[in-house]
């Protein structure tokens, strides 16, 4: 027997018009679609901040959902207080770690992928948003579609797209981010956008040229707000780029290497292996870092 259908649908199919050209409808312009998508959860405290060694930075955007217990998001510079049924979109390159959880049992679900249209998304840098019934049931359904399409990922792919085009219309009155140390006005926050504007990588000199401060004015600034030396940074990001065109990309090795401001294949292999266990050439074809391999070493 067929279901009913609800009020709510009866109610919006009847303020549909009726078309002057029933064959002329509406047309996708222009449809960019998220790539590369893992979901996983997170059940204790203890296992938000993994890995180890330092806070994470990778060039794939992280979407947060706190099901279960609040806890703080420390991204870049900036504090996040991030309620249970609440969700976070964390970006590609930007440092990020957790702090005082409101318990010691949760129910955090990640969802992780690569997204070639960052822009779009730029609305919800550093803004919590709330799950709203229809942003659950779709996590839901989102969640549901990875597990069972093991074979296939047109379905999480489509739905994650829909997810992401639900948070766009998301309307931020004022930031409601708090920032326990402002870094810096922000230190690390312009050099990674100067670092990912660039085409070429630029030098420590260049960054200190366009931020209008001394060589070792930036060198010590850096250290002392991000416990990191800016040249281990900088070295950090080329790798994380790395990963994203032996993922995304049709180049060499060869051509990586150089676009991401390695003076050989050598020296880029070698910083390759020693960061993440694998060589570049077979982290491309794994298609994307095993749960074994390494994050990079950030030793100050």
Known sequence: MPTPATPRLKELVS??????????????TKLALPDNVVCFQRRTADELNRPRRGRALHHRFVMICALRTAATVCVDDRTIRLRAGQGLLVFPFQFHHYD?????????????????????????RYQPFELTPPL????????????????????????????LARLRRIKFA????????TLQSGLMLRVNQLAQRSTKPPG???????????LSHLRARFRAS???????????????QACGHLRLGPQR???????????????????????????PLAYRHSGRAAPGVRRPRRRG
């Not at 949760?106 to 992780?112: A, D, M, N, P, R």
């Open 253 to 279: 090795v060869s051509e990586i290497a150089e676009l991401c401001g390695f003076t050989s294949i050598y020296s880029f292999s070698r910083a390759f292996r020693v960061a993440y266990g694998v060589s």
């Open 204 to 214: 420590i000199r260049d960054i200190a040229r366009a931020l209008g401060i001394s």
């Open 15 to 28: 303020r549909l018009p009726q078309p002057q050209h029933q064959l002329v409808g509406r047309s996708v």
């Open 226 to 240: 991000c416990g990191v030396s800016i040249g281990r940074h900088l070295r950090h990001l080329r790798l994380e």
């Open 174 to 181: 004022v930031p409601a981010v708090s920032s326990t140390a």
């Open 100 to 124: 005082e959880p409101a318990g010691e049992t949760i129910s955090w679900l990640f969802v992780t992928f690569e997204f070639s249209e960052a822009e779009e998304l730029s609305a919800l």
């Open 136 to 163: 659950r049931s779709l996590a839901a359904e989102l969640v549901e579609a990875y597990e069972t399409e093991r074979t296939a990922a047109d379905l999480p792919v489509l739905l994650l797209a829909v997810f």
